[in-house]
């Protein structure tokens, strides 16, 4: 018997990019050929792809909601008109569905067409969200059944507001389904993927023997062979196949194509009667202006169009030079700076305070660049989209260390690093190592000069209230924070700010440095609080630490195999070096907990 082709077409990642879109920036003018994507020219190319192969499967893998002003300013209701119109086979949830709170996602999915499928999340009743979403779903195509089984990326519960929902390990969660489907005579079985790609490529390896293929998103990742059309980096080839460790010979196609309209996946795989992958062919589609936008669906977003034109259209001020925001994940950025900048300088004049001060954010609350030229406000809310709030509050030197040394611990890539949490700061210098995690030395600006950085003494610190509620992990805030003022919503924090100080100037002062290889001093002592501690035997340390569910063991690093046994603890030991080979008591003198949820 021929194979049976199933064709699998994939919208990847569609943060809500009703306009046209640029490679580096959110929003793009009509009179740039650079432009691209857009969701009327999306809508056009998967009309056209549909026309050609009739039957293809078209999968959306999450983050429908946030990404430009569109969303911020018009929120899901806009969303699911047009993600409605599209004929979706099913839809992932993404991580910044759940941005607004459950009363920002339920209204969404009671008014979606297509199943919702995330098999890892679990709701309780109070949230209202059971009977919105479910594991999997089951399509026909051509007489075979294909399995369609959603997953959501546990960081879930960290990076957004997810109050009531509960988010599972994905890959033990998504074997039983796939055996599930299996028993059920399935035919075909597709995950449809919001966990990222080296998620999804572990998945395939531990778990694949029932999968064939892998449909990510979160990563924002590109898989292409050659160098690709946008000049953005690749990520692997189309697709990525991985051997099953489980069932040798049996390989699972991973695919994912970037983010923001600028591709649309687009794959034809081929199985054999026993349901088999047996061959595929395809590459994602680069949706730049050769490809027409669709006539219809820009004339219903027009009216969207020009009323949020009139909003954001207004200028505020002006930058000398471009402000990227790729460098901001690992090393110090004008980007990074101005924002800090503007929240340091914006607390002082909304609350005074005589304590020193100190401004902190991370990469990922950055989620655009700014051009040369024009400030209007629609650039600014596309940088700080989330309307978070910035609080300011009093916190122990000691903690400030603890999050700087968090900010580098889960990065994307290791070495050279990058990573999605890179400190960005003002009212002091740091240099942290990526290896070890550690804050080498930290000084603190008085005046014009810098002094060392007192762990024991209260400093002010300015913010965004996601982290203050624990948001990425950041216990240390939440916990140990103290005084809480509200001072306002970031996109108008920097409006204020960028009108008070235009021109904005972009620089660089050194103000942080992050060496990865070098080796840290691990007898710096950053605090004299004890632990009075005494431990006859490592098995005994690893017994006491038990009960600190949460963290993760870091600092002693003499048995490889008692680092690993204690995975999920992190412990700092400053003044004791302690080796965990030697038979004698260990006594644990000064030491850190860092909380290890990403």
Request: glycine share 8%; proline share 6%.
């Amino acid at each position: 018997m021929a194979n049976i082709p199933s064709q699998v077409l994939m919208i990847i990642y569609f943060p809500p990019r009703f306009e046209e879109t640029s490679v580096v920036y959110p929003t793009c003018s009509s009179n740039d050929t650079s432009c691209l994507g857009g969701f009327a020219r999306l809508y056009q190319e998967i009309q056209t792809l549909l026309k050609e192969r009739p039957g293809a499967l078209l999968l959306n893998a999450g983050d429908t909601f946030q990404g430009t002003y569109w969303y911020t300013l018009l929120k899901w209701n806009v969303t699911q008109r047009f993600i409605n119109m599209l004929p979706n086979d099913a839809h992932a949830l993404g991580n910044h569905e759940f941005d607004d709170g459950i009363p920002g996602l339920l209204p969404y999915l009671k008014a979606m067409k297509a199943p919702v499928v995330a098999a890892n999340l679990a709701s309780s009743v109070e949230t209202g969200l059971n009977g919105y979403y479910q594991p999997h779903v089951v399509v026909h195509r051509k007489g075979r059944k294909i399995g369609i089984i959603g997953l959501i990326t546990k960081s879930t519960e960290l990076l957004s507001n997810a109050e009531g929902v509960t988010f599972l390990e994905p890959i033990p969660v998504v074997q039983k389904q796939a055996q599930l489907l299996t028993d059920q005579g399935v035919d075909i079985i597709i995950v449809l993927s919001h966990c990222g790609l080296e998620v999804d490529k572990q998945m395939a390896k531990q778990v694949g023997e029932n999968i064939d293929i892998i449909v990510g998103g979160h990563s924002h990742s590109l898989l292409w062979n050659g160098e690709a059309p946008s000049k953005e980096t690749v990520s692997g080839p189309y697709p990525i196949i991985v051997e099953s460790d489980a069932k040798p010979g049996h390989q699972v196609l991973v695919v994912t194509a970037s983010a923001y309209t600028k591709y649309l996946g687009n794959m034809t795989a081929y199985f054999d009667k026993a349901g088999e992958l047996k061959s595929f062919e395809g590459s994602p589609v680069f949706l730049n202006r050769s490809i027409p936008e669709d006539p219809e669906i820009k004339a219903l977003l027009q009216p969207y169009t020009e009323h949020l034109h009139k909003i954001v259209n207004e200028v505020v001020g002006s930058a000398t030079d471009d402000m990227e925001m790729d460098s901001c994940a690992y090393q110090e950025c004008a980007l990074g700076n101005f924002f800090a900048e503007a929240f340091l300088n914006i607390s002082h004049e909304l609350h005074p305070t005589t304590l020193p001060s100190i401004s902190f954010l991370q990469r990922s609350m950055i989620r655009s660049s700014l051009l040369k030229g024009d400030i209007t406000k629609g650039s600014i809310i596309n940088m700080s989209p989330f309307t978070n709030r910035m609080v300011t509050f009093v916190i122990s030197g000691i903690h400030i260390v603890e999050a700087m040394e968090r900010s580098v611990m889960f990065p994307w890539r290791p070495k050279p690093y990058i990573g999605p949490y890179t400190p960005h700061f003002s009212g002091v210098k740091a240099t942290i190592n990526t290896t070890s995690h550690e804050v080498v030395e930290m000084l603190f600006r008085v005046g014009d000069q810098y002094e060392k950085f007192d762990v024991d003494r209260d400093y002010q610190v300015t913010t965004l209230d996601f982290l203050t509620r624990g948001g990425n992990g950041f216990a240390m805030f939440k916990e140990h924070g103290r005084n809480m003022t509200v001072l306002g919503v970031d996109s108008d924090i920097l409006e204020r700010y960028v009108r008070k100080a235009s021109p904005i100037v972009p620089h660089l002062d050194k103000r942080l440095t992050l060496p990865v290889n070098e080796q840290t001093d691990h007898n710096m002592i950053v605090s004299n609080r004890r632990c009075p501690w005494t431990f006859k035997t490592p098995e005994a340390l690893q017994v006491r630490c038990r009960p600190f569910a949460g963290l993760e063991f870091k600092g002693c690093w003499g048995s490889r195999g008692l680092r690993t046994t204690l995975a999920l603890f992190h412990v700092v030991f400053y003044e004791a070096v302690v080796s965990l080979r030697s038979s004698r008591p260990i006594r644990v003198e000064a030491c850190l907990f860092h909380s290890q949820n990403y």
